[in-house]
């Protein structure tokens, strides 16, 4: 088998810089494509905190100018990835996120902040360095979107584009007018190449010019070419069905391991599962739960957006005063969801507990120490924290949609008889559906034996990455094979 090399192009990328799934994806994937024959090279901007991470790095390339000032690109290591990444001062030297500055807002430059991720991705992927020619340019999101536009717009021979959907929902549409100032040529405001909805279309650019389009799940990649869920591109994503396809998510099980993970009170693995009774205690310790080994404690860990469903829960608490029923959540966003939720916290104290912000300590405690694990979503892409429930032996109890749909065995009355079922999947996503799976949930937990099948089916599935790893290598295979392009 010859090596394959694979240029990732990607905004953010775990341990250095993360804001949620798609970082992990980014920090994981590379590690298990190695396994097969795949050697990735990232790029990531130079924000403060990856160039304060960064092992042995050395300048491959000077750009001269790069949107408004001088860049360099860093050929790096870091976290046992192998990076090149673009230090641009003028675009990624400030405090904020990734994203948006310190107010929450998205910064006004965030066009040619990721053009300009772009712009190099698309130069390395036509040559630029003698060191490193990739067979194929991986793009990640709407920030890389434009890298499979500029390869086309270039001209000439190409490596092979792959782009992926992690969220439909964020698709960096800008005004027509910085057209020009992105590098793009007139005729490229057109259906069939940059233009979206009268502006330009970052998302809508990687989706036109990739030769794959891959999402996070099976059921997603179905779910985004209609009206409910394609979020304005369902058009697009018909036209372009043939090269479509879902590959799941696995887990970076380095990171993710009950059995050997220092951010939890006690490990524990499927053979020892009394052991996890002391991250139950702790995780109710910390959220100022009462400790009650029997009480029914479930956990979610997530971004608090209209996404994520979590609004739900406060439709209706009922289930948590009536029955013996705490609940431990983590999570950051919209401000007025967070209000809800501290203000639940504090009118439930001891059965709501509620810490606000983002804590990576605290969510690898929440998934060894609940009992099930919480996500109701609306839509979601593949979902990355009902995996880690699966090892943790935390019953998932997930909405019925896109990735959660397609990682989670429902404990229909079939599944339970035959053995195979690992959670709990609710629908439609309403409040109501929601309050019914949570009540069959703890009718299940109290049933002791029933919940230990649950769990121990759960620790035994298959969610690493090697899986997933052959798919895209396969992917990124068939492409090669259609050269010359
Ligand atoms: P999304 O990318 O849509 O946010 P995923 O389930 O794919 O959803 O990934 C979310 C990732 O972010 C998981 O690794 C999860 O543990 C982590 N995460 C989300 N919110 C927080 C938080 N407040 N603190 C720590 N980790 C969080
Ligand atoms: C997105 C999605 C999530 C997915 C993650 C990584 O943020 O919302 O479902 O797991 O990307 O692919």
Known sequence: MTELKVLAVASEVAPLVKTGGLADVAGALPLALKAEGVATRTLVPGYP???AKLERAEIVHDFIELFGGPATLLA????????????APHLYARPGGPYVDEEGKDYADNAFRFAALAKAGSAIGRGLLESFRPDILHAHDWQAGLAPAYLHY???PRPGALFTIHNIAFQGKFQKSILDDLGLPPHSFALEGVEYYGGVGFLKAGLQFADRITTVSPSYAVEITTAEFGMGLEGLLRARAGVLSGILNGVDENVWNPAADARIAA??????????????????????LKEDERAFLIGAVSRLSWQKG?????????????????????GAGDRELENAFAAAARVHAGRI????????????????????????????????????????GAVPIVARVGGLRDTIIDANEMALAAGVATGFQFSPVTADA????????????????????????????????????????????????????
């Open 49 to 51: 905190a990856v160039l």
């Open 154 to 156: 270039s001209g000439g």
């Open 353 to 392: 507990g509620v810490q606000l912000g983002y804590d990576e300590d605290l969510a690898h405690l929440i998934q060894a120490g609940c009992d099930a694990f919480l996500v109701p979503s609306r839509f979601e892409p593949c979902g990355l924290t009902q995996l880690y429930a699966l090892r943790y």
């Open 76 to 87: 790096a290591e870091a976290s046992g990835l192998d990076l090149f990444v673009l230090d």
């Open 310 to 330: 979590l609004d739900l829960l406060l439709e209706d608490l009922s289930f948590f005063i009536e029955r013996n029923a705490q609940l431990a959540l983590l």
């Open 434 to 485: 929601l309050s019914f799976a949570l009540r069959k949930a703890a009718g299940l937990f109290e049933g002791e034996a029933a919940w230990r099948v649950l769990q121990a089916n759960g620790m035994k599935t298959d969610v690493s990455w090697r899986g997933p790893a052959r798919k895209y290598a396969e992917l990124y295979r068939s492409v090669i094979a259609e050269e010359p392009r």
């Open 267 to 288: 490990p524990f693995g499927a053979s020892s599962l009394a052991a996890r009774v002391k991250n139950k205690s702790a995780l109710q310790r910390r959220l100022g």
